[in-house]
C-alpha cells in the first residue's frame, strides 16, 4: 500500500477529487483565510489590478458583519486607493451574483453615507469608492478561466437600454487553472491546493474527522498552508465538520421533498418540496444560521416553523 507521502506525490498531482470538500465550508475558510493574513490580501489585490502595493495596512476591511438589519453578507469587503472589493467565494455557479453583489454594495454605500459629514440631500457631491466585484469560484461542475456576469442579463425589457448595470468577474480558482494569477498569489495557490488534497482524502471512505485530520497534516507536512494551518488547525478542523453536518441536511432535505413528491402522488410535488427546502437553506446559509439548519435537520416541527418564518 502506498504511503501518504506518495500517495500526495502521484495521485493527487494527476488529478482532481471527484467528490465534495463542504460548499458552505470552503467559502468560510476562504474569508477566515485572508482576513487573518492581511499580507496575502494585498498580495491578491496586487495580482488581480497588476499593482504593486506593499502596505498592508493601508487596507481597510469593511466587511459587512451578520446583524439583523442585513440582508445578505458577502465574504471579503476592503478599501484601498480609492477602490471598494467585494470578493466572494462560490462553489456553485449562480447566475443572480449581480444582484447579490448590488445588494451588498448598496449597504456599504448606506455605511459610507451614514458616517459622511456632508448630508445625502445636501449640495456637495459625497464621494465614494470605486467598486470592483469578484467571484472565487472552486466548484467541481466545469466553468471557464474566467467569465463576466453583468446585472442586465436578468433585466426582463432587453429592448430598452437599462439606466443600470453591474458586473461581477468571476475566475475559476480550482488547482490547475489561472495558472498566472496563482503565481502572482502565492496563499491563493495553497488554498487551492489544500481544497484539492481534502477532496482526495474525503474521497477514500474514512470517517469524515479522520479524513481532513489526514488532510490537514499532509498539507503542513508539503507546506502547503503550513503555518496558517499549524497555528489555526483546530478552527479550520471545526469549520470543515461544522458544515458536513450541514450536507448531510441538504441530502436530508432532498430525500424528505422526494417523499413528499410520491405521498401526493405527483411529478411536481418532488419538484416543490426540493425546492423549498433549498430556498430554506440558502436563505439560513446567508444570514449565517447553521445551528438553525442543523437543528432543522432534527426536529421536523422546526422545520416547518422555519418555512413559515421565511414564508416558503
Known sequence: MKSKKNYFRTRWFVRRGRHKVYR??????????????R?????????????????????????????VYIVMKNDLAFVITGTLNLYEHQST?????????????AEEYQQIVEQAEESIYGTKQISLPTPQCVV???????APEEQILKLSDAFENKERQADVELTVRMLNINHGHNKALMEKC?????????????????????????????AVECCIEHGILSEF???YRSEVLGMLLDEFDVEKYERTIKKEGYEEGHADGHANGLQEGIQRMNRLTVMLLEQNRTEDLLRAAKDKKYQEQLLREFGL
Open 24 to 37: 458552505q465550508t470552503k467559502d468560510r475558510l476562504f474569508r477566515f483565510l485572508f482576513e487573518k493574513d
Open 186 to 214: 502565492r496563499t491563493l495557490a495553497e488554498y487551492a491546493q489544500f481544497v484539492a488534497v481534502s477532496r482526495e482524502y474525503a474521497a477514500e471512505g474514512k470517517p469524515m474527522q479522520e479524513a481532513l485530520e489526514e
Open 136 to 142: 472565487f469560484y472552486n466548484g467541481e461542475a466545469e
Open 229 to 231: 494551518l499549524k497555528k
Open 93 to 105: 455557479y449562480n447566475p443572480n451574483l449581480p444582484v447579490r453583489f448590488l445588494i451588498y454594495l
Open 39 to 67: 499580507e496575502a490580501l494585498l498580495q491578491l489585490y496586487n495580482a488581480l489590478n497588476s499593482t504593486d502595493y506593499k502596505d498592508a495596512s493601508r487596507l481597510q476591511i469593511v466587511t459587512i458583519e451578520n446583524a
